[in-house]
């Protein structure tokens, strides 16, 4: 299944909403509008696409848009919400502890690294994850 969200990349409202209705009109299965200043931008970006778009919002911590709720986000309607972001600084903070460690230990890995997410977490995580996926789909 290929689900396409058609990205505005557009700096003013008027032109974000403008793509947005276009990538709607031309079947993308939803649109992502970059950079929200605001809730009433939201709003007008769900009245230019109307009700049975899908809007997918990306969301990073210090970002244009403010802290705002998954409940709040669906209230406006926002149907995707992305996280990207955070998750790669927080993987990229973990590396960079566990490079830290491993560098400071001459690559001797000892009891510290045991705070550290070890293999049978790891793959215990993989598999709740696909699990979860997979139950999602049927």
Do not use: W
């Amino acid at each position: 299944v290929l689900f396409v969200i058609a990205r505005t990349d557009a700096v003013d409202l008027k032109e974000k909403c403008s793509r947005a209705k276009r990538y709607i009109d031309e079947g993308a299965d939803a649109i992502l509008v970059e950079g929200l200043d605001s809730i009433e931008e939201v709003k007008e970006v769900r009245k230019s696409v109307g009700n049975s778009a899908n809007i997918a919002v990306n969301l990073i911590a210090g970002g244009k848009t403010a802290p705002i709720s998954n409940s709040e986000l669906s209230d406006l309607g926002v149907n995707i919400v992305n996280y990207s972001t955070p998750c790669l600084f927080t993987a990229q903070f973990a590396i960079t502890k566990m490079l830290d460690l491993l560098r400071n230990g001459d690559g001797v890995l000892s009891e510290e690294h045991l705070e550290t997410v070890s293999l049978l977490d790891n793959n215990s995580l993989l598999r709740n994850s696909l699990e979860n996926t997979l139950e999602s789909r049927s």
